[in-house]
């Protein structure tokens, strides 16, 4: 699945059962890795991080009923070279070690520990309504709107610029008929 959302595909969809977005992706991660695609985990997560735009989390009341309980985007962190060439400017032997340790702090961190992806949610479900909580990346509005034509550009634009534009969390209004559906046997009819 991830390898062929990895190429010619606009959008791949799959369905899952870990409970949060992390777990989502060390599940995926994993899988990979037992199959034998990949013998480095950081790779085989760094993979999983680049097909995965959003997540439909969908979930079961108590009632039995589906419903969608967020919406989460992940981001990709792209690597930085943060190294810095400061020590050719100290005067001194203990400034220009104190500059090398700086490097090579931040190169251990990125070799044994660096992040490959954030996670935000989109959308959320709460107390019966659905909550706009965080904007989506900008690299991903690109992507979305590149594959929209005049009409659902400019009522993206309109929906993006509604909710977004001063970043703050908006409820949206639903409508869910509540329909209860028995279950068993017809009761029988009386003559």
Known sequence: MIQAAQVASKFTLFTHHAKTFPNLVTALRNSMLRAGVFKNEKTAEEQVVQVLN???????????????????????????NEYTFDHRKEKTLEGKFDKFFDNATRYFEKVTDRQLY?????????????????PISQANLREMRMNMDEIDLEKFDEFVERHWSDNKKQTVAVTAREETKKRGRKAKKED
């Open 54 to 80: 959003f997540d439909i989390h969908l979930t079961k009341d108590f009632k039995g009923k589906r419903y969608v309980e967020r919406i989460t985007e992940c981001i990709p962190v792209e690597e930085k």
């Open 118 to 134: 954030t996670y935000r949610n989109i959308l959320e479900y709460v107390d019966g309504e659905y909550i706009i909580t965080n």
